[in-house]
């Protein structure tokens, strides 16, 4: 299982995209709260930030999946990219330490 945690999705010139697998660090969504503190955060490293909380649902007739990922477009330089990505791992990881809910069992 690849368990990373935040990854650089975009390489667009002004723009960069992260990706926040934030369901499987804390079994749950980002708060409003949570999100807000992740964009004032990277407000000290990017121009302008946007955050989407995503919650997508896949099904079939044999399984059901529900993701928690939480996206981020920032207006920096390219070289930037690595230091937005580690910030907003390291506030899931925050987010996951202040809490977690645990997984249902089957």
Do not use: K, Y
Not at 12 to 37: K, Q, S
Not at 86 to 98: G, I, K, Q
């Amino acid at each position: 299982m690849n368990s990373t945690i935040a990854f650089v999705r975009s390489d667009a010139v002004g723009a960069i995209e992260i990706v926040v697998n934030f369901g499987p660090l804390t079994g749950r969504e980002a708060t409003l709260a949570e999100n807000d503190r992740l964009a004032r955060r990277l407000l000290a490293i990017a121009d302008h930030v946007r955050v989407h909380a995503v919650r997508t649902h896949d099904m079939s007739d044999e399984t059901e999946t529900i993701v928690h990922q939480v996206v981020v477009e920032a207006e920096a330089g390219q070289d930037e990219a690595g230091t937005i990505r580690d910030a907003c791992e390291a506030w899931a990881v925050e987010c996951a330490e202040e809490r977690s809910l645990e997984p249902l069992d089957p």
